[in-house]
């Protein structure tokens, strides 16, 4: 792709200048739920496709052939948006979701959590003396600390990630410092060395990322295409994501109204994140899904507050390069967490449904092996041949089928939707086996007067822009 140290730490400001912008957004006028907005791991393989496309291996020059390619990722990520902006504000995925009940919710939320397990452990151990530790600290801080330490005021709960992440993070510094992985293979210090990837003294010390700061953006058809399908996956995605944030938040069942505003907002940050060039497209993070579960905070003005300590770092380049330098492994111990309890937040639907009948354990059971039994086909291949199963002369075509397929969460969320909706669904029992009486009076935004209290706009908007 081409570029260096100051092109990679530029491209890390504009990701956390953008996932603030789109996070004040969303909890200013979107599902208003306390969710952070930021890149996503569904556009990679898009992104590394276009990325190896050879459209641009002509060109010698690093930097010139960095901003081309980039402004092809840009072209593409802003004609995706539309797909998620159209879907939202027409209304379409309201009626969509008005569809889904607590035995088809459990698969997708549960494996948008599990479905990232190869970003858990498989990360630790790429260097496990810093990976290994932090899992272990921060288990300990918030789970034993605060039964052996009666504060009362959960410090150990909200402040574990902190308190783990610099016990770890100086630890590692000592050890690069002290020379522990001189001479070591270069895997190995990339992902222990604290001072590996030269972001600090490529960082600028201010700067404010601006649209089109890599040139006007190029569009190509077949990539459009090929991100606009992965722009759809991670519409799934963040549906089940939106859901357990919800549910951690203590608010009630998002209304499909808000899934819908909340889903077309989201797509205003893809667009963002086109406009701007973060190489990337946005969706609701799981990361911090998980993160409100273990510190137990679910305000929407924390994650205000937080959004705009993104924006501030990012325009201050050698503050956010500083954090961009935390080893991977520690990230990665920290995910082990956060993807767990989301996971365990698909696993809590359960509750409402019939766990007795048949059709609920069919419906459960296949949705879930074959959510994770295809994607680890298409993956699995695509590691061993460099390509994935459809593999046509058309590389968009060969993303637009790949891409879906590799996605745990796609997969098991689909099937279950499908089958919970064909499945002798009129039937007055299979509706209680189901679980749906529960989220009745959450069908429409009027249902619950909640509703008002959780997910209103600010500024008396819904005055002009009603929830229905």
Known sequence: MGGGNEEKAKVIQTLLFVAGLNTLLQTLFG??????????????????????SGRFSGVQDPIEKFKRTMRAIQGAVIVASTIQIVLGFSGLWRN????????????????????????????????????????????????????????????????????????????????????????????????????????????????????????????????????????FVALVESTGAFMAVSRYASATPLPPSIFSRGVGWQGVGILLSGLFGTGNGSSVSVENAGLLALTRVGSRRVVQISAGFMIFFSILGKFGAVFASIPAPIIAALYCLFFAYVGAAGLSFLQFCNLNSFRTKFILGFSIFMGLSIPQYFNEYTAINGYGPVHTGGRWFNDIVNVPLSSEAFVAGCLAYFLDNTLHRRDSTV??????????????????????????????????????
């Open 31 to 52: 599902s208003r739920l306390p969710a952070v907005i930021g890149g996503s791991y569904t556009f990679v393989p898009t992104t590394i496709s276009i990325i190896l």
């Open 96 to 231: 969509v979701t008005r569809f889904l009940s607590p035995l088809s919710a459990v698969p997708l939320v549960a494996l948008v959590g599990f479905g990232l397990y190869e970003f858990g452990f498989p990360g630790v151990a790429k260097c496990v003396e810093i990976g290994l530790p932090e899992l272990i600290i921060l288990v300990f801080i918030s789970q034993y600390m605060p039964h052996v330490l009666h504060s009362g005021k959960h410090v150990f709960e909200r402040f574990a990630v902190i308190f783990s992440v610099v016990i770890v993070w100086i630890y590692a510094h000592l050890l690069t410092v002290g020379g522990a992985y001189n001479g070591r293979a270069p895997k190995t210090q990339m992902s222990c060395r604290t001072d590996r990837a030269g972001l600090i003294s490529g960082a600028p010390w201010i700067r404010v990322p601006y649209p089109f700061q890599w040139g006007a953006p190029s569009f190509d058809a077949g990539e459009a295409f090929a991100m606009m399908m992965a722009a």
């Open 431 to 468: 509706r209680k086996d189901r679980g749906k009486h529960w989220w009745d009076k959450f069908r429409s935004y009027k249902g619950d007067t909640r509703s008002e209290e959780f997910y209103s706009l600010p500024f008396n908007l819904n005055k002009y822009f009603p929830s229905v």
